[in-house]
């Protein structure tokens, strides 16, 4: 689905902060980004959402060679991939309903055919009770919830969550944990950047390991 061959990134004239990186994510496919911090992991959440682009290398998506696309063909590319940000990028002038339900507007769906989705969705993360609530009042880890289910709404081919429990406590933790596994039970390939050992230990999935720059790949 997506591949990765010897991709490097800087920004400006900096030193590189991703060297030489080669992987490739196969379809229903699970597996953590982890790495200390500052390692690169979030750089590599923006290039794998195509937010951003390399320096050098190949990246390509779904069969398309991002340094040769045509740029009008990104949208429709972007919306095969949901993504939760570690700023969660909540529109404060929306409930957390209408945030939640945003995607799927924009894609032309009526409400009468997504509402008991977007509801029923709420409820599994905690929210069925703050769903008419603007996330200026939301606590960080309501706001966190509200964005992994804005992001699981559409049920994307593949999802990207970059550190999704840094503002949960355990107990939460693992039930996000479960619900990204059932959605990668039912075909979705997922990416999840943490440093949560405890959240790595739940799971024998596939490991890629960001240090210096270089990725490492455990199955």
Not at 38 to 57: N, W
Not at 66 to 81: A, G, M, V
Not at 188 to 198: E, F, P, Q, R, Y
Request: charged share 25%; proline share 5%.
């Amino acid at each position: 689905m997506i591949r990765f061959e010897n991709v490097g990134l800087r920004y400006g004239m900096g030193p590189e902060i991703l060297k030489d990186v080669t992987f490739q994510l196969e379809p229903q496919s699970f597996q953590f980004l982890t790495g200390p911090s500052g390692a690169g992991k979030t750089s590599l959440i923006r290039l794998l959402f195509m937010s951003l682009r390399p320096t050098r290398g190949l990246i390509q998506v779904f069969g398309h060679d991002l340094s040769t696309i045509d740029k009008q063909k990104l949208p429709n590319l972007r919306r095969r991939i949901g993504v939760v940000f570690q700023d969660f990028r909540l529109l404060d002038h929306l409930t957390t309903y209408e945030n939640v339900a945003l995607p799927l507007r924009v894609a032309g769906k009526d409400e009468s055919d997504y509402r008991s989705d977007v509801v029923e969705l709420l409820k599994w993360v905690g929210l069925g009770e703050r769903m008419h609530v603007m996330p200026p009042i939301l606590s960080g880890g309501e706001k966190q919830r509200a964005a992994i289910a804005r992001a699981l709404i559409t049920r994307p081919e593949v999802l990207l969550a970059d550190e999704p429990t840094g503002n949960v406590d355990p107990p939460l933790a693992r039930r996000l944990l479960r619900l990204f596994l059932e959605l990668n039970k039912l075909g979705t390939s997922v990416v999840i950047a943490t440093h949560d050992i405890a959240l790595l230990e739940q799971v024998d999935a596939r490991r890629m390991v960001l240090a210096d720059g270089r990725l490492s790949v455990f199955e």
